[in-house]
């Protein structure tokens, strides 16, 4: 695979611009990339800082970071506009380049009783879908993109905790595909209740995702019932500028009126060694990036919960309904 990584965009944008200072965040599986792109910035007589904190979306904006350096500018790689900044940010997609189509004619068979697809990709394969669709279309089947609601930047965009543009869609599908990997293909069969048919583009397979979806409902239902269970709560806000997924103090309440002892804890990278040093607390509860409570689970040696799954633990919500509304 090849990445583009956008040069002349780049360049052309701090020529208008005209920066002095620029801090570079790049997502985590290009940060090797880091010199060859200083070297672009560079010459254009530009000071360039790299962020070296980790950098999972677009919610994660170093806008702290770049003032505190004195940068005039951010240039954000691998990831598209997610949320709103009072300072100047340049989103650099990075485009994969590969030939999809041997994977296109294997996805057929998984796709064969479906007549129409639902369709939606991460970022970096934006530049590809319109002969995607061309491709399905000429196999008769009819393919429509995921809506573009919330922060999602195109129609058909996916990224890791928005899913209500699959939703919209849901009714009018018989299935979904996703291009991408399976961090998103695993998000959507967690929101939507129709087959879920993975393009994994990093591993060069075609998946089918329901399987994926029972062990960890399965396991979510374990950790609800482990934060009824707990006796000293953390409620972790998150402090990246777009992770702040529910607000704490009536979950707090609630919780506080159970006979919890709560507290709150901010937290940026959540890590297991973070959470470990809390060693008295029993149960987390995090409203930073919902992914982690769900995908990283294992890593943790307390359980952590998402905000829907607490207010399922504390019978604001059924279990049903988060199952209805999706658990993301
Ligand atoms: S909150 Fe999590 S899933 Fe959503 S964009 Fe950020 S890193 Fe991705």
Not at 195 to 214: A, C, F, K, Q, T
Request: net charge neutral; charged share 30%; hydrophobic share 40%.
């Amino acid at each position: 695979m090849t990445l583009d990584f956008e040069k002349e965009k780049l360049i052309n944008e701090l020529k208008k611009r005209k920066p002095k200072k620029v801090l570079v965040q790049l997502a985590e599986g290009i940060k090797k990339n880091a010199p060859e792109i200083g070297e672009w910035i560079k010459a254009l007589g530009i000071e360039v800082i790299f962020s070296g904190e980790t950098c999972w979306g677009g919610c994660d904006v170093a806008v702290d970071e770049a003032r505190a350096v004195g940068a005039d500018l951010i240039v954000h790689f691998g990831h598209a506009e997610f949320i709103r900044t009072d300072f100047p940010v340049i989103y650099i997609n990075v485009k994969d380049i590969l030939n999809l189509n041997h994977l296109l004619e294997k996805s057929l068979e998984s796709i064969k009783d479906y007549r129409t697809i639902g369709l939606s990709y991460s970022i970096q394969h934006r530049h590809d879908i319109e002969n995607i669709k061309r491709f399905y279309e000429e196999k008769d089947k009819k393919v429509i993109l995921s809506k573009k609601i919330g922060p999602v930047a195109h129609e058909g965009h996916i990224t890791g905790c928005q899913y209500e543009g699959l939703k919209a869609i849901q009714n009018d599908v018989d299935c979904f595909v996703i291009i991408g990997n399976q961090f998103h293909s695993m998000g959507a069969t967690l929101a939507v209740k129709k087959p879920v048919i993975l393009i994994d583009v990093y591993n060069n397979n075609v998946r089918i995702m329901e399987d994926l979806r029972d062990k960890i409902l399965k396991q979510r239902a374990i950790s609800i019932e482990k934060l009824r269970e707990a006796k000293n709560i953390g409620i972790i806000i998150g402090t990246k500028c777009g992770q702040k997924f529910g607000s704490p103090k009536k979950l707090m309440e609630k919780l506080k009126d159970q006979g919890k002892n709560v507290i709150a804890i901010t937290m940026g990278e959540l890590t297991p060694d973070k959470i470990m040093n809390f060693y008295n607390i029993d149960a987390f509860v995090e409203l930073a990036c919902p992914r982690i409570a769900i995908d990283d689970f294992a890593k943790y040696s307390k359980p952590i919960l998402t905000m829907r799954e607490a207010l399922v633990a504390v019978g604001e919500l059924s279990w049903n309904e988060i199952l209805d509304k999706g658990i993301i």
